[in-house]
């Protein structure tokens, strides 16, 4: 995929839920170079409260197993 074809997001708020400190840090970062706005934990219960308390979240991004 050629860097123009790359998608770009127009701010949009992403949660990221992983628990691995180095692979959140990762998605941050692409996920900012793209144009959107993330947020994360390293936990569900800490993320379902985030949820609660930011309406803005559009886009939740979570690992498929944690602990």
């Known amino acids: 995929?050629?860097?123009?074809d790359e998608p770009h997001?127009?701010?949009?708020t992403v949660l990221i839920v992983e628990d691995d400190a180095d692979l959140r840090e990762l998605n941050f970062d692409v996920l900012e170079r793209l144009?959107?706005?993330p947020l994360g934990d390293g936990d569900g219960?800490?993320?379902l409260k985030?949820?609660?308390d930011?309406?803005?979240i559009e886009v939740l991004y979570t690992?498929?197993?944690l602990p």
């Open 1 to 4: 995929m050629a860097a123009d």
């Open 9 to 12: 997001g127009k701010g949009e």
């Open 35 to 37: 144009g959107y706005r």
């Open 45 to 47: 219960a800490s993320a």
């Open 50 to 52: 985030m949820l609660d």
């Open 54 to 56: 930011t309406p803005e």
């Open 63 to 65: 690992d498929v197993v």
